[in-house]
């Protein structure tokens, strides 16, 4: 008989965080499913700089980045769901009950929803689209706020979204614990204002009560929840959790005290979210929980960064390419990047044209991607103290009249870590003995291994094999 499966995507989280964690936690859930899950570290198949939209497709389709093509949101899914499926495609076309909840390119919905019992998008959609309608009302809020703070939290809460929130809270169904927990967040940012980046965390939390819910609800055969909130917080406080990876240290002891406890925090709610799960497992044996990261993260440099030039007006700065906002579509991305569409060819071409004479600093920071779809980039133009102007075809033309501008980082830091390709990959199945060490495996065989469960062959296309 098949297992259902549960795919709990904790985003970019290594074995490092996961291993000292479960020491100073030796009776929570991470070291629960570390001591009697199987346990693999993965290799991401992936090429080039990493991103968790490179990375992410190929575990759900068991191709790498050089044949998905995926690396923004926001592209057309069209070609790419004919040639290589997603697994929760490929299941449903053969009849299996599917949710999905916040996982990556999972925006559209798709056109036929038949053996679908729940779908939510990720964080990142166009629209609220999303199924049932309590999960809709919950996107609409969730996006909302996602928006919001795209690289500083916003201490505002979007009160419309929120207030359309209360017909559905019967269904949506958070917990006490979860109700609690943000009251005590709200508070704690009236003490200290820093603590606000934590939001991060409860935006997960909230999401995971949702799909919990669902999941005790509709049982699907296959469902997936998709968390981003350790690896925002790696990316910031890898410094303050663990100092002693880094040969120079430029912070000071005041940001490690205030950061200190952020990726603590920020793992005590996932392991909240796992002991839940375990004990749906546990509950439920016809099921089996699989936790994937896609990749890790590891220390990079611990050094002050104070801002970075990015786009503060999108329609100034298109002006300057003859584009109105008519003329294009701005797509989600990760700060600091900024994606737009622009889809009439006959407007494409000033900007096109324009790219590889745009700088600032010297520094290019537009491309094409492909057919109409840019991505401007402003990583390499943190803490810039050069003249706020941008160079245009030859010319110099000021922040101001551009639409860019410096934009601060509240936390005093850009990056202090960063993607690797070592990930994680666990199956806690009761079922199942534990291994006695961890096996490497590569990210293509994720997809293989989740077919291989629902006894479906992999298709001829995947190179990954059944781990």
């Not at 830091?413 to 994680?424: F, N």
Request: aromatic share 12%; charged share 25%; glycine share 8%.
């Amino acid at each position: 008989m098949n297992r259902k499966v549960i795919l709990f995507e904790l985003n970019e989280v290594p074995y490092r965080v996961l291993d000292d964690f479960a020491a100073r936690h030796p009776r929570g859930a991470v070291a629960k499913v570390l001591d009697r899950g199987r346990q693999f570290e993965t290799i991401t198949a992936d090429t080039g700089q990493l991103f968790p939209t490179k990375t992410w497709p190929t575990v759900h389709r068991g191709v790498d980045n050089e044949r998905h093509g995926l690396t923004n949101f926001g592209q057309d899914l069209s070609e790419v769901d004919r040639a290589y499926p997603s697994i929760w495609q490929l299941l449903a076309e053969r009849g299996a009950k599917i949710g999905v909840f916040g996982s990556l390119y999972a925006f559209p919905l798709p056109k036929n929803m038949e053996n679908y019992v729940f779908y939510a998008p990720d964080a990142f959609a166009s629209t609220s689209d999303a199924y049932p309608a309590a999960l809709e009302a919950f996107q609409r809020f969730n996006l909302s706020m996602s928006r919001a703070s795209s690289r500083n939290v916003s201490r505002g809460i979007d009160l419309s979204n929120a207030l359309g929130l209360l017909p559905h809270l019967g269904q949506l169904g958070f917990s006490r614990g979860t109700v609690f927990g943000v009251a005590e967040q709200l508070l704690s940012e009236l003490r200290d204002a820093s603590k606000k980046g934590r939001r991060r965390s409860f935006q997960s939390v909230l999401s995971f009560d949702i799909f919990l819910r669902q999941l005790e609800l509709k049982r699907p055969d296959f469902c997936t929840f998709f968390t981003n909130h350790v690896a925002a917080t790696m990316h910031r406080y890898w410094a303050a959790a663990f100092p002693a990876d880094y040969d120079h240290f430029g912070l000071g002891d005041d940001w490690v005290g205030a950061h200190g406890g952020e990726v603590e925090f920020a793992m005590m709610q996932t392991d909240k979210m796992l002991d839940r799960l375990i004990g749906f497992v546990e509950r439920n044996p016809e099921y089996r929980l699989m936790i994937a990261t896609s990749m890790g993260q590891a220390a990079t440099t611990a050094e002050p960064v104070t801002s970075c030039v990015g786009i503060k007006d999108m329609t100034r700065f298109l002006s300057q390419f003859d584009l109105t906002a008519r003329d294009f579509e701005e797509r989600p991305a990760m700060a600091p990047i900024f994606n737009v569409v622009v889809a009439q060819p006959e407007k494409r071409e000033p900007l096109r044209r324009a790219l590889d004479g745009l700088t600032v600093g010297g520094e290019r920071f537009g491309k094409e991607l492909y057919d109409g779809f840019f991505e401007f980039a402003f990583g390499p133009l943190q803490n810039y103290t050069g003249p706020e102007v941008a160079q245009l075809d030859g010319r110099a033309v000021s922040f101001a009249d551009m639409g860019l501008g410096n934009v601060p980082h509240e936390d005093g830091v850009y990056l202090t870590a960063d993607h690797i390709p070592q990930g994680a990959f666990i199956v806690y199945d009761l079922r199942s003995e534990r291994r006695a060490k961890r096996v490497q495996i590569s990210t293509l065989d994720i997809a293989p291994t989740i077919l291989e469960n629902f006894a479906v062959s992999r298709p001829d296309y995947m190179r990954g094999v059944a781990a």
